[in-house]
């Protein structure tokens, strides 16, 4: 079962975005603050201090902001990445204190993955990545179009990245979206192809080795389609059955999240499932979580430790499972 652990409180206007770790006992969590208010949006990272969840006292800056990654190779090396005045947002955290670098400019920036210290990468919007070789960042070529996008990248090992998202194509009504896959190899991005997917496009990838990579596929009708990769070949994963109208939102290495809803409700409640190797199976939650309605629900999963964190009306809640 998930068990909550302490959280600040976060004023009614908080946004959650990603979770990452670096061992059992470190853990970050980003998001923004001041969505959809009069105020000016700011970035939001809370760290896990082993006892409870605290806020990160971050760099002053100069116009609104928003964070919406965070990837960890060591607990004094996080990369937290966001956007700010159509600017991307990159902030790194050195053990100690939060920085904030500068990088030449891209599109949009959406998700990172750090191999190293020395090897890190932010994906989004338009044909280029931004790449941090421990000295230096370089603006590098991904994508074929700039009709194209990524949302999620996840490192398999060995340096070697995978990123997915989608495309458009076509014009006015007639447009569509198309998904798209790529991997780097440790020198640069190729092009791969995708498991026969249909339209729409990738929205989340999750390593659990070289060998054995999960994705979600969102269709035009925004239901998740769960697939495989075990080093050859392309699985489809059958989604978790469930009595009400399910909708998953996320995949990890054997793990999904997403939202519930009764029938003839609007109520969405938290729901995560753990995969057995044969099916998808229910993790119960807390009694004064279950029944609540959530959004912003999001997990990530590290050896035996797994981080759930959502939403309520009464707050952020951050849950902990440790596997027995």
């Known amino acids: 079962m998930f068990r909550p652990v302490p959280v600040p409180a976060l004023p009614p206007s908080t946004a959650l975005a990603d979770l990452a770790t670096a061992g059992e006992d470190h853990a970050w969590l980003v998001g923004t603050t001041g969505v959809f208010t009069s105020r000016p949006s700011s970035p939001l990272v809370l760290r896990w201090t082993g006892d409870t969840w605290h806020e990160e006292p971050l760099p002053d800056l100069p116009a609104p902001a928003s964070l919406s990654g965070v990837a960890a190779t060591a607990p004094d090396d996080v990369w937290a990445v966001g956007n700010s005045s159509g600017h991307p947002l990159v902030l790194h955290y050195d053990g100690t204190t939060w920085h904030t670098l500068t990088t030449p400019p891209m599109t949009w920036a959406k998700a990172v993955a750090a191999t190293a210290p020395d090897d890190v990468h932010v994906v989004g919007a338009g044909r280029d990545g ?5 000295a230096t960042w370089h603006l590098r070529p991904v994508l074929s179009s700039a009709r194209e996008h990524l949302r999620t990248i996840t490192h398999t090992g060995h340096g070697e990245l995978w990123a997915g998202g989608g495309g458009l194509a076509g014009v006015g009504a007639a447009s569509y979206e198309y998904p798209v896959l790529v991997r780097w190899d440790g020198r640069t ?3 791969l192809p995708d498991p026969h997917l249909e339209r729409g496009h990738v929205a989340r990838l999750a390593a659990a080795a070289p060998h054995d990579l999960w994705l979600a596929h969102a269709r035009d009708t925004h239901e998740l389609r769960l697939h495989r990769w075990n080093g050859a070949t392309w699985h489809e994963v059958p989604s978790p059955e469930d009595p009400d109208r399910l909708s998953v939102h996320g995949v990890a290495a054997g793990w999904t999240w997403g939202v519930r809803a009764g029938r003839g409700s609007f109520e969405t409640r938290p729901a995560f ?4 190797g044969e099916h998808w199976a229910p993790v119960p939650l807390p009694d004064q979580l279950a029944g609540t309605s959530a959004s912003h629900v999001g997990l990530t999963t590290t050896g035996a430790t797994t981080w759930a964190y959502l939403k309520t009306a009464a707050g952020v ?8």
């Open 130 to 134: 931004l790449h941090w070789n421990g």
């Open 189 to 191: 991005w190729h092009d």
């Open 317 to 324: 809640h951050v849950l902990r499972h440790t596997a027995a």
């Open 273 to 276: 499932h753990r995969w057995t």
